[in-house]
């Protein structure tokens, strides 16, 4: 049970510091449900020897606490791993991410693709939201509205359960880009984005 809810509070560190894919760290979460309610069932169930009332509740109260321990982490995780994440990445290094985003993102709009492929490697610097595996590509465009003229991009990484990435342009349109995200500004018209898309 403790390995369970040990991996729990572990995993978002390891994947926002890109030890792990976002992809193992979200997989392994029914693994280990299950080995906890294994776990749990054994240290419940171990009656080859007659128990005491006060350690057969000791011994419920320790698996209600594990079971309530992994489910609170797992719905926690998201902000956990923006927590993890915002501590990993240096303000210059924000900078240096800002500035590629906006280099790459031109060059993709001015192309006229708009689409920045998720099977190509982002920048150098932009390695530092994510691995390879969990990079999804990204969009580019250049907007004409009245309270912003200007290029607007984003770079995305995770899956369906778990989505981050930059988005560089207004907040306003942060805002709209994926509703119900977690923002963080990282930058002037620049933010880092969290959250699930379903």
Same mark, same amino acid.
């Given at each position: 049970?403790?390995?369970a809810?040990i991996?729990s509070? *572990? =995993?978002?560190w390891? &994947? %926002?510091?890109? *030890?792990?894919?976002?992809? %193992? $760290?979200?997989?392994?979460?029914?693994?280990?449900?299950?080995?906890?309610?294994?776990?749990?069932?054994?240290?419940?169930?171990?009656? &080859?020897?007659?128990?005491?009332? /006060?350690?057969?509740?000791?011994?419920?109260? %320790?698996?209600?606490?594990a079971?309530?321990?992994?489910? +609170?982490?797992?719905?926690? &995780?998201?902000? =956990?791993?923006?927590y993890?994440?915002?501590?990993?990445?240096?303000?210059? +290094?924000? *900078?240096?991410?800002?500035?590629?985003? $906006?280099?790459?993102g031109?060059?993709?709009?001015? &192309?006229?693709?708009?689409?920045l492929?998720?099977?190509?490697?982002?920048?150098?610097?932009?390695?530092?939201?994510?691995?390879?595996?969990?990079?999804?590509?990204?969009? +580019?465009?250049?907007?004409? /509205?009245? $309270?912003?003229?200007?290029?607007?991009?984003?770079?995305? #990484?995770?899956?369906?359960?778990?989505?981050?990435?930059? #988005? *560089?342009?207004?907040?306003?349109? =942060?805002?709209?880009?994926?509703?119900?995200? $977690?923002r /963080?500004?990282?930058?002037?018209?620049?933010? #880092?984005?969290?959250?699930?898309?379903?």
């Amino acid at each position: 049970m403790g390995i369970a809810v040990i991996w729990s509070i *572990v =995993a978002p560190w390891l &994947s %926002a510091n890109n *030890v792990i894919t976002v992809w %193992a $760290e979200l997989s392994t979460r029914w693994l280990l449900l299950l080995v906890l309610l294994f776990g749990a069932s054994a240290h419940l169930g171990n009656l &080859s020897r007659p128990w005491p009332l /006060r350690s057969f509740f000791c011994r419920c109260v %320790a698996a209600t606490f594990a079971l309530m321990m992994f489910v +609170a982490m797992w719905f926690l &995780s998201d902000k =956990a791993f923006l927590y993890w994440k915002m501590r990993a990445i240096p303000p210059e +290094a924000w *900078v240096q991410m800002v500035s590629d985003v $906006e280099k790459v993102g031109r060059q993709s709009a001015e &192309s006229g693709t708009n689409c920045l492929s998720g099977t190509m490697p982002p920048p150098k610097s932009l390695q530092r939201l994510g691995l390879a595996g969990d990079y999804g590509g990204g969009s +580019a465009q250049f907007v004409s /509205r009245p $309270e912003y003229t200007g290029l607007v991009v984003s770079i995305d #990484f995770g899956y369906k359960v778990r989505g981050w990435g930059l #988005f *560089v342009g207004p907040e306003k349109l =942060a805002k709209g880009h994926w509703p119900g995200f $977690e923002r /963080r500004r990282v930058g002037t018209n620049a933010f #880092f984005f969290i959250g699930s898309r379903g």
